[in-house]
């Protein structure tokens, strides 16, 4: 009679070990999927309806707010890498995380100028002006993460032949640069600083497209091998 109380005191402790270990387990897978450059990147996505926010106010510290908001998110892109590859702390869910959060704060941006520019006389006289180049880069970006999926589902070798460039950091730097000019010029009859960051534009729409046909080229020669 004693020995079945003896093993069933032996079940509730082996469950309540296990129980443990699980909990353990799960805490720290927890712990590496939270590391810092991913709160930093998650940081990024959240801040965004603020962003959006602060972009429609009709006040100095509307635009001074939206342009630090941006700086902020730009020198964390910068700073999340940074720290993941210094204190080896990437994660697959970081490297998938960190692209998502640089093309919708971007693609936001783009979107917030092109539907309310620069009060500069340029825009008005040429409306076309910002929608050109966004559709360009918004469309670049589609593409690219389109390619870089079915690129990932084919084997490393289209993987590598997708991964991030020369041109493609170059991109992004002017991109960031004509953008912050951009947001910070927006309440501003200034044409001069206008032109600055709507150059700076059409040049990072130019160096979305040529990588992306240098992505193409790469593909197309993994292909024929």
């Not at 009679?1 to 309540?16: I, K, T």
């Not at 959240?46 to 342009?67: E, K, L, R």
């Not at 180049?133 to 999926?149: C, D, F, K, N, W």
């Not at 600083?193 to 990072?204: E, F, H, K």
Request: charged fraction near 15%; aromatic fraction near 8%.
């Amino acid at each position: 009679m004693g020995r079945p109380e003896s093993n069933s005191n032996g079940d509730v402790v082996g469950q309540g070990v296990s129980l443990l270990s699980s909990s353990s387990r799960g805490e720290k897978e927890e712990a590496k999927l939270l590391t810092l450059p991913t709160i930093l990147t998650l940081g990024r996505v959240a801040v965004i309806p603020i962003f959006v926010s602060t972009y429609y106010v009709n006040s100095w510290w509307g635009t001074v707010a939206t342009t630090s908001i941006f700086i902020a998110a730009a020198i964390t892109d910068w700073l999340d890498g940074y720290i993941a590859r210094k204190m080896r702390l990437g994660t697959a869910f970081g490297a998938f995380l960190d692209p998502v959060a640089d093309k919708l704060i971007v693609a936001a941006t783009l979107v917030l100028l092109c539907s309310r520019p620069s009060e500069a006389a340029m825009f008005r006289d040429m409306p076309w002006l910002l929608p050109v180049p966004a559709i360009l880069i918004i469309g670049r970006e589609i593409t690219i993460s389109a390619v870089r999926e079915w690129a990932a589902s084919q084997g490393s070798r289209l993987s590598e032949a997708v991964s991030v460039n020369n041109i493609g950091k170059w991109k992004t730097a002017t991109q960031m640069i004509a953008l912050t000019i951009l947001l910070s010029s927006r309440d501003s009859s200034n044409s001069i600083l206008a032109s600055c960051g709507v150059a700076l534009l059409y040049v990072s729409s130019g160096l979305s497209v040529w990588s992306l046909v240098v992505y193409g080229r790469k593909i197309w020669k993994v292909l024929l091998r």
